[in-house]
């Protein structure tokens, strides 16, 4: 059935320290969204992509969309302890439900 | 404006017993879903309501059902409760299920015993 896997599990770094997150899907998506989930709490959007190959930044954050649309990244440029928190990408297929990945969970050092 | 409320935040069931989570939302959004969080298993799509009067199955509708009672309300109800069951659920609504940006609430932490 229709999947999105994403890797890695767990990243830990230290503060300023860059990280990136991967999804992929082995059928074309219709748009991909990204949100975050601190500790404790319920996921936030971040973002959603549309285009093949787009890009979109967010201050220290960038995503990308593959030209397949097949896959995405999330990169964070220069950690922050504020970073923390788990990043989750969502996919849809034909515009129809939300598929979430398994998430990545970031840990910044101080 | 409290966006998407979920009730109750908490609740420890036994094997067996039955209960119903409300999710209420007041942004006039037209989509509701129900998605259950297992560690490591990232969210995983229950039920959901594309539309008020339409209810669709996810990846895991078995010891579910649901309930679109009005455009505003999305209710999970778990009939018998079993130990696999023991999670964190989430509701969460968007303008159009094509529009993106899906709005949660808070969750509620449910333990089966």
């Known amino acids: 059935g229709q999947q999105v896997m994403q890797i890695p599990q767990y990243q830990h770094v230290q503060e300023g320290e860059d990280f990136t997150t991967y999804c992929n899907s082995s059928?074309?998506?219709?748009?991909i969204q990204w949100y975050k989930q601190r500790p404790g709490g319920h996921p936030v959007f971040l973002i959603q992509?549309?285009?093949?190959?787009e890009v979109k930044k967010q201050k220290r954050l960038t995503f990308q969309f593959g030209e397949a649309k097949k896959n995405s990244s999330l990169h964070i440029t220069a950690t922050q302890t504020t970073d923390v928190g788990t990043y989750f990408c969502?996919?849809?297929?034909?515009?129809?439900?939300?598929?979430f990945g398994s998430g990545t969970k970031l840990n910044v050092k101080p | 404006n409290a966006g998407v409320t979920q009730t109750p935040k908490f609740q420890v069931l036994k094997t067996g017993q039955s209960m119903t989570l409300q999710c209420a939302q007041d942004?006039?959004?037209?989509?509701m879903y129900w998605y259950r969080q297992d560690p490591g298993m990232g969210l995983r799509l229950i039920y959901y309501?594309?539309?008020?009067?339409?209810?669709d199955k996810g990846e895991v509708p078995n010891g579910y059902n649901v309930s679109r009672l009005n455009k505003r309300e999305f209710s999970l109800r778990l009939e018998s409760a079993a130990p696999s069951q023991t999670s964190v659920y989430f509701c969460?609504?968007?303008?159009?299920?094509?529009?993106?940006?899906?709005?949660f609430g808070e969750g509620s932490r449910l333990t089966v015993l």
């Open positions: 969460a609504s968007t303008w159009q299920k094509n529009t993106g940006e899906l709005f």
């Open positions: 059928t074309t998506l219709s748009n």
């Open positions: 992509l549309v285009k093949s190959g």
């Open positions: 969502a996919g849809q297929y034909n515009f129809n439900k939300f598929y």
């Open positions: 942004m006039n959004h037209n989509s």
């Open positions: 309501s594309a539309s008020e009067g339409t209810t």
